[in-house]
């Protein structure tokens, strides 16, 4: 299944009240990171994000030309929501997994979607993640941290002096990441499976 080009990015601020940063640490240690006040910088995000986060987890990720900086989201209400904005250039997902819940009149309902699985990853280009929590085993090639993130190797670009990191190459081991947004290019999901769940099961 393929979604789509999206729209090309905007930016929706331009000032630096704070900063994040997504820690580069060796392969084999858990990447905490996410550390951070207000964000006002770019978001490269060309869209109103909802009010629901939601999860996504992959037991392996493999990606080339990786940048991450500060943002902030905006939804339909004009409320903001901190975010570290992580772009990949091209992706592979295996056992790829996305959910949400959602309160409704009738109670909780959950979307279920998994994909990428039986050695056939799923796979992504330009792909680009407005993120407020990540976790596995990472490693990266060719990492540069404290870079500007106007000057970050990649086409999308946070705001001149916000922190920023670019890297060659990233894989993650174990990925679990909660996010507000994500887009790509091309999204392709092989095996795709969509399930409506009562809420009570996500990805992690």
Same mark, same amino acid.
């Given at each position: 299944?393929?979604f789509?080009k999206s729209d *090309?990015?905007r930016?929706?601020?331009s000032?630096?009240?704070? *900063?994040i940063?997504?820690?580069?640490?060796?392969?084999?240690?858990?990447?905490?990171?996410?550390?951070?006040?207000?964000?006002?910088?770019?978001?490269p995000?060309?869209?109103?994000?909802?009010g629901?986060?939601?999860?996504i987890s992959?037991?392996q990720?493999?990606?080339?030309g990786?940048?991450?900086?500060?943002?902030?989201?905006?939804?339909?209400e004009?409320?903001?929501?901190?975010?570290?904005i992580?772009?990949?250039?091209?992706?592979?997902?295996?056992?790829?997994?996305?959910?949400?819940?959602?309160?409704?009149?009738?109670?909780?309902?959950?979307v279920?979607?998994?994909?990428?699985?039986?050695?056939?990853?799923?796979?992504?280009?330009?792909?680009?993640?407005?993120?407020?929590g990540?976790?596995g085993?990472?490693?990266?090639?060719a990492?540069?941290i404290g870079?500007?993130?106007s000057?970050?190797?990649t086409?999308?670009?946070g705001?001149?002096?916000?922190?920023?990191?670019d890297?060659?190459?990233?894989?993650?081991k174990?990925l679990q990441?909660?996010?507000?947004?994500t887009?790509?290019?091309?999204?392709?999901?092989?095996?795709?499976?969509?399930?409506?769940?009562?809420g009570?099961?996500?990805?992690?």
């Amino acid at each position: 299944m393929k979604f789509p080009k999206s729209d *090309r990015v905007r930016k929706l601020g331009s000032s630096h009240a704070g *900063r994040i940063a997504l820690v580069a640490i060796p392969a084999g240690v858990v990447a905490a990171a996410l550390m951070g006040g207000v964000a006002q910088g770019a978001v490269p995000v060309s869209f109103a994000v909802s009010g629901s986060q939601f999860q996504i987890s992959a037991s392996q990720l493999e990606g080339t030309g990786f940048s991450q900086y500060a943002g902030v989201a905006k939804d339909t209400e004009g409320m903001e929501h901190t975010v570290a904005i992580a772009n990949i250039k091209s992706a592979t997902l295996a056992d790829l997994c996305q959910s949400v819940i959602t309160d409704t009149p009738l109670g909780k309902v959950g979307v279920l979607i998994k994909a990428g699985g039986n050695g056939n990853p799923a796979s992504a280009s330009d792909l680009q993640i407005g993120m407020t929590g990540l976790k596995g085993d990472a490693s990266f090639g060719a990492i540069r941290i404290g870079v500007d993130a106007s000057t970050v190797n990649t086409d999308a670009k946070g705001s001149a002096g916000d922190f920023a990191q670019d890297a060659d190459t990233v894989s993650i081991k174990n990925l679990q990441q909660t996010a507000w947004s994500t887009q790509a290019s091309v999204f392709t999901l092989t095996g795709m499976t969509l399930e409506l769940t009562d809420g009570s099961q996500g990805c992690f």
